[in-house]
């Protein structure tokens, strides 16, 4: 215990009204984050129109903060909007709402590393597909790598979670699915940065946000029920299996249609930024250094020589391990996240 004045948490003036949204670029909200923490400290506070906000950016506060005993999980205003279409999948939902708790029970044991193992051909198979394109390109032809990442993690998840193929790498155009989704994050993003008159003002936008929602859902729907009907063909106990048979060890409850449909949207926007993100940033770092690159490829080839890669390749590849997680710490995917006490 200690007698001493607690110290005012810093932070630029807020102006009139609006508070610090001049301090914020909406096109690049976490580099002004960075650039308010390099100027205020690993703790500083913003007054937002309606609520305050404290940001704090060193290991030892953000280690406070994982300490699931005194913070919970905040759905903060771009998440509320998500939840128009991923609904309390677990990204979006509330840690008190039954289904959080349900669905984390049931899915945990889906990621174990058997699970995984499971995965591996048909992670494999999307891999594959990728290098073929590129072989059948040649050396002389620009890759979008932003594009080509997004489709190999849509649909390694897609084949994987749910035995779907979006065929991403046989067609020019990405899947209508992946359409939607995309402007539907996109839209969920500005609603939450508009006034709700603006929103219901936005007819043409609205209309469109709809069908969208209505499109994604239309496609798990389908995908459940082709599934409840015939069973899984190739015999695979993947996530849809899971959720769609599993009973809840507290409850004795399966998840719902409803949930399930949230669960596999959710599973969707999760993978379509994170790991795509992840891999289009490697490969930008990779050939700023060539010396990092030589000693991947080294590693590579060692541990694979010439045979197809196999699960028990993976905790070989200490290197490729290393560079993925150092990309990480540079160029993280998922920056910041939000807490209430």
Known sequence: ?????????????????????????????????????????????????????????????????????RFDKKVHAPLEQIRDFAGDGLFTARTQEPNWGKAHRILMPVFGSAALRDMFDDMLDIAEQLLLKWERQGPEQRIDVVDNMTRLTLDTIALCA???????????????????????????????????????LMLITRRQYDEDIRFMHQI?????????????????????SAMLNIRDSHTGDRLSDENIRYQMVTFLIAGHETTSGLLSFTLYELLKNPEVLARAREEVERVLGNE????????????????????????????AFAVYP
């Open 220 to 240: 798990a729907n389908e995908l459940i029920a082709q599934r409840k009907q015939h069973g899984d063909p190739h015999g695979k106990k993947d996530i849809l």
């Open 162 to 200: 749910f035995d779907y193929r979006f065929n991403s790498f046989y067609q020019k155009d990405m899947h209508p699915f992946v359409g939607a989704m995309v402007r539907a994050l996109a839209e969920a993003g500005e609603r939450g940065r508009r006034l709700p008159l603006q929103n219901r």
């Open 308 to 335: 197809t890669p196999r699960f028990e390749h993976l905790p070989q590849l200490i290197y490729i391990d290393q560079v993925l997680k150092e990309t990480l710490r540079l160029w993280p995917t998922a920056p």
């Open 1 to 69: 215990m200690t007698n001493s004045p607690a110290t005012p948490i810093p932070g630029p003036k807020p102006a009139p009204v609006i508070g610090n949204i001049p301090d914020m670029d909406s096109q690049a909200p976490v580099q002004s984050l960075m650039a308010l923490a390099r100027e205020y400290g690993s703790i500083f506070r913003l007054e937002l129109p309606g609520r305050e906000m404290i940001v704090v950016s060193s290991q030892a506060l953000v280690n406070e903060l994982c300490d699931e005993q």
